[in-house]
């Protein structure tokens, strides 16, 4: 299984920015999609995350800003990003679940300058 995350980059404090993962397998295969990040000297912390069902789930530091959603027929994950902050600045990662197995993709850097 491959995820393959983009759109990441340069942004100023205030702005938006539109992540997504692309998979090799079908989204609805995966219990749960999710997003992680991971800012320089700091551990790896969950974003948000999408459920087979459609419910999702959001750190409570991104709740009201940042939007998890997927296109099945494109196998995509994507992430809105909005009234972005510099401490939003860190590597994103796409994350899969399916029963025991876990699949990590690539990250992408969105680094927000204030």
């Known amino acids: 299984v491959q995820l393959q995350a983009s759109g990441g980059g340069l942004v100023q404090a205030g702005g938006s920015l539109r992540l997504s993962c692309a998979t090799s397998?079908?989204?609805?295969?995966?219990?749960?999609v999710g997003w992680y990040r991971q800012a320089p000297g700091k551990q790896r912390e969950l974003v948000a995350r999408?459920?087979?069902?459609?419910?999702?789930d959001y750190a409570d530091s991104v709740k009201g800003r940042f939007t998890i959603s997927r296109d099945n027929s494109k196998n995509t994950v994507y992430l809105q990003m909005n009234s972005l902050k510099p401490e939003d600045t860190a590597v994103y990662y796409c994350?899969?679940?399916?029963?025991?197995?876990?699949?990590w993709g690539k990250g992408t850097l969105v680094t927000v300058s204030s």
């Open positions: 994350n899969a679940w399916n029963l025991g197995d876990v699949f």
């Open positions: 397998r079908r989204i609805s295969s995966f219990n749960l």
């Open positions: 999408i459920f087979s069902g459609g419910s999702t």
